[in-house]
């Protein structure tokens, strides 16, 4: 093992940051938590400079009861901003911010609907999926480096590091996209039980979402989202324990009544 590997090594296995998710999955996340927060809040403030804010009274009504609901259930100070964008949207950002898009409110039907979203957004911010994510990039970056010590500086060596970085886009970037998905759907459904919302109207809402996408959406193996009927059958699969959540908030008097 030459020199440039003893000091790559060593600096790599500095890097390496085990924490757990909600849903008890070890996780790679050695970013500072502040920076992503601080990263959070910055493109949160950007996003309300460059996109129109939307002004509708009984709209933002809705939109922050339920997310004032969910929050309650995780603490702190969550802003919460309704964009005026047509698109089936909506987000949350480290640093407790959350947007969600005009064309989601209005697709919902009601509380439990949005709820299942808002519930899933936050679901990633709790399971330092973004932290994640970039520890994930970081980690490819330098698995780069050191493949491009070890491998001979030739025409083909070159070629093998192309091949490793469409392995690192596909073998490991995506595929952890999409369990970040899937992550967030059961941490969203368990959210919004424990907050009273019905969770069984997640399976109605990604109904919805289907059929408003019309085929539009890309074959799940290239995707960074489950298709909508994994998702669907996953939700289903964890619906009897998130069903028991709901039926105890309930007796303990949670029952949210955001009118849309």
Request: hydrophobic share 40%.
């Amino acid at each position: 093992m030459n020199n440039k590997m003893l000091f790559v090594l060593p600096c790599l296995m500095m890097l390496v940051a085990c924490s757990t998710t909600p849903t008890g999955r070890s996780q790679l996340a050695f970013m500072p938590d502040s920076q992503l927060n601080a990263m959070g809040l910055q493109a949160f403030d950007d996003l309300k400079k460059e996109k129109p804010i939307n002004k509708d009274a009984k709209e933002n009504q809705f939109v922050r009861c339920v997310a004032d609901v969910l929050t309650r259930e995780v603490g702190g100070q969550w802003e919460v901003v309704v964009f005026e964008d047509k698109s089936l949207n909506a987000f949350a950002l480290p640093g407790s911010k959350i947007g969600v898009h005009t064309g989601l409110a209005e697709l919902v039907d009601n509380q439990d609907q949005l709820a299942a979203v808002i519930g899933h957004e936050i679901g990633h911010v709790l399971a330092r999926h973004s932290n994640e994510r970039m520890s994930q990039k970081v980690g490819a970056q330098v698995g780069m480096s050191i493949a491009s010590i070890v491998a001979p500086q030739t025409a083909a060596g070159q070629a093998a590091l192309g091949l490793l970085g469409v392995g690192a886009q596909y073998g490991v970037i995506m595929p952890f996209s999409r369990l970040h998905e899937s992550e967030a759907d059961i941490i969203g459904l368990d959210l919004m039980a424990k907050a009273g919302f019905n969770p069984s109207e997640s399976v109605t809402l990604w109904q919805k979402m289907s059929q408003a996408s019309q085929g539009a959406q890309p074959a799940e193996f290239l995707s960074t989202h489950p298709s909508h009927e994994t998702r669907i059958e996953e939700l289903r699969d964890h619906m009897p324990k998130s069903m028991e959540l709901m039926r105890q908030a309930n007796a303990a008097g949670k029952k949210p009544n955001c009118k849309k």
